[in-house]
């Protein structure tokens, strides 16, 4: 995801923490990371799914409950398939 203002009242440090344990709410989260790329932060909440359809619902959530306490400019679902990523 890429973050942008965060909500009122809203400290930085919550909201990696509110992404991961949205996903948590769900499936099983295998690590989460805050990097900045190109001036932006961008979140990364890797987890574990059972199909693409699932995913897909997991990535949703996660992305409403972080748009609670931070903009959510963009989000993207990529799935690993051996060493590689593919946008899905």
Same mark, same amino acid.
């Given at each position: 995801?890429? *973050?942008? /203002?965060?909500? @009122?009242?809203? &400290?930085?440090? @919550?909201? !990696?923490?509110? !992404?991961a344990d949205? /996903? =948590?709410? #769900?499936?099983t989260?295998? +690590? ?5 790329? =190109?001036?932006?932060?961008? #979140?990364?909440?890797?987890f574990? !799914?059972?199909? +693409?359809?699932? /995913?897909?619902? *997991?990535?949703?959530?996660? /992305? &409403? @409950?972080?748009? =609670?306490? +931070?903009?959510v &400019? ?5 799935? $690993?398939v051996? @060493? $590689?990523?593919? $946008? $899905?």
């Amino acid at each position: 995801m890429t *973050i942008g /203002a965060l909500r @009122a009242g809203v &400290a930085p440090p @919550a909201v !990696a923490p509110t !992404a991961a344990d949205a /996903a =948590a709410q #769900l499936t099983t989260v295998e +690590a989460s990371d805050v990097t900045v790329v =190109a001036g932006s932060a961008r #979140l990364t909440v890797r987890f574990t !799914a059972e199909d +693409a359809e699932l /995913a897909r619902q *997991i990535g949703e959530h996660v /992305a &409403a @409950a972080t748009d =609670a306490v +931070a903009q959510v &400019a963009e989000w993207k679902l990529t799935e $690993r398939v051996g @060493a $590689r990523w593919y $946008r $899905r």
